[in-house]
C-alpha cells in the first residue's frame, strides 16, 4: 500500500510491526512478520533514513515509530521537496541545452539558419527537394547543366516532375547543348514538353539552379564539388537574384523543339563560340569541357576544326584570327 512512497514491501511490513508493537528486538520481530533478521535489519535503517523511526526516549538505544498521520506527512512533504528541486534541475538542463543547439547549430548540417540550410549528402537533398516539390502552388524554374544527367538523377526527378505538372505547376528547365546527344537526357527533356513543361537550352549555363515559388532556392555549395551538397536559401535578395541569372539564361537559350539558326561555312556554331571565349580567357581544354558538358574529346575536336577553319597553326594563331573577324 505504500510503494507509492517509496517504500517497499518488506519496509512497510517492518513499519506496521512496529507500530503494532515496537516492544522486542530484531529477532523477536522478524519471527512475527516471517522476515529474516537481515529483512528486519534493511527494514530498520531504512525507516531510520525516511525519519519514520526515530530514538527512543524510555527506552535508550531502542526506537520508536512515528504516528503514521506525522511520518507519511513529513516522507510526502520531502518526496514534493525533492521533486521541485528535479524540475528545477531538468529546467536548468533544458536551458543549457537549448543553449548548446543555439551555439552550435550553424556548424551541423541540413539545419536551417536564418532562413538557409546546409544539405548534405544525397538523401539530404532529396529529401528537401521532395518537400519543396510537394508544396509547389505555382512555379518551378530549373538550370541544369553539365549536358547528360545520370540514370539516377533522372528516375529521383520524374516522379517529382510528374506530380507537379499534373497539378498545373508552371516549369521552365534549360539544358545544356550538349542534353541533346544524350538519348536519355534528351528523352526526359521531350517527355517534359509532351507534359505541358517548356524546355530550352543553350551552350553554355551557369551552375545548377532550382527555384521554387520564387522564394524558395537550391543551388550548389560548390559547384564544382557536388559532394559538398547543397545550399537551400530562403532569403529574399539572394532569391531574387537567382531568378535574374535565370531569366537571363532563359531568354538566351533555344526552345527544345527549334533548330539553332545555321552558320555560314565560316562562321562558328553556337557552342564554337562559347568554346572559343571559354579557351581565351585561360581554361584549359578539361575544364571548358565540364563547363560546356561536352567530353574532353569533343573540345579538341572543336578546337581543331575551327584552327582548319580559321587557316591557323597554332591555338595562339587562332585566337588572334577569331578576334579579327570579329569572333570574340
Not at 506525522?70 to 531538468?90: D, I, P, S, Y
Not at 539544358?175 to 538519348?183: E, G, I, K, T, V
Not at 536519355?184 to 521531350?190: D, H, N, P, Q, S
Not at 597554332?314 to 573577324?325: M, T
Amino acid at each position: 500500500m505504500l510503494q507509492a512512497l517509496g517504500l517497499g514491501a518488506d519496509v512497510e511490513a517492518v513499519y506496521r510491526g512496529m507500530l503494532a508493537d515496537p516492544s522486542g528486538g530484531v529477532a523477536e520481530l522478524g519471527a512475527r512478520l516471517g522476515l529474516t533478521e537481515e529483512q528486519v535489519r534493511a527494514g530498520l535503517d531504512r525507516l531510520v533514513d525516511l525519519d519514520l523511526l526515530r530514538p527512543s526516549r524510555d527506552s535508550p538505544g531502542a526506537l520508536r515509530a512515528v504516528r503514521p498521520e506525522l511520518g507519511l506527512e513529513l516522507l510526502l512533504r520531502r518526496q514534493e521537496e525533492e521533486l521541485v528541486q528535479r524540475q528545477q534541475e531538468l529546467a536548468r538542463g533544458k536551458a543549457a541545452a537549448a543553449q548548446v543547439v543555439s551555439e552550435f547549430a550553424e556548424l551541423r548540417p541540413n539545419t536551417e539558419v536564418d532562413g538557409a540550410e546546409r544539405l548534405v549528402g544525397m538523401d539530404a537533398i532529396q529529401s528537401r527537394l521532395e518537400e519543396l516539390a510537394h508544396g509547389l502552388v505555382g512555379e518551378c524554374l530549373a538550370i541544369l547543366p553539365g549536358g547528360a544527367l545520370s540514370e539516377a538523377s533522372l528516375a529521383a526527378s520524374r516522379p517529382l516532375d510528374r506530380r507537379a505538372l499534373a497539378r498545373g505547376i508552371e516549369m521552365r528547365s534549360v539544358y545544356q547543348d550538349s542534353a541533346r546527344n544524350d538519348p536519355a537526357t534528351l528523352a526526359y527533356a521531350r517527355w517534359l514538353t509532351e507534359q505541358g513543361a517548356q524546355v530550352r537550352t543553350s551552350p553554355l549555363l551557369p551552375p545548377r539552379l532550382l527555384v521554387f515559388d520564387r522564394t524558395v532556392a537550391v543551388v550548389p555549395i560548390d559547384p564544382a564539388n557536388s559532394r559538398l551538397g547543397a545550399l537551400c536559401t530562403r532569403a529574399p535578395g539572394i532569391v531574387a537574384s537567382l531568378i535574374t541569372l535565370f531569366e537571363q539564361t532563359w531568354n538566351a537559350a533555344v526552345p527544345l523543339g527549334a533548330d539553332r539558326p545555321r552558320p555560314s561555312d565560316t562562321e562558328p556554331t553556337a557552342a564554337e563560340l562559347e568554346l572559343l571565349r571559354l579557351l581565351a580567357s585561360g581554361m584549359t581544354d578539361e575544364t571548358a569541357a565540364k563547363r560546356l558538358g561536352v567530353s574532353l574529346r569533343t573540345v579538341r575536336r572543336q578546337m581543331a576544326a575551327l584552327m582548319e577553319r580559321l587557316h591557323a597553326t597554332s591555338r595562339f594563331e587562332a585566337g588572334l584570327k577569331a578576334a579579327q573577324q570579329g569572333w570574340l
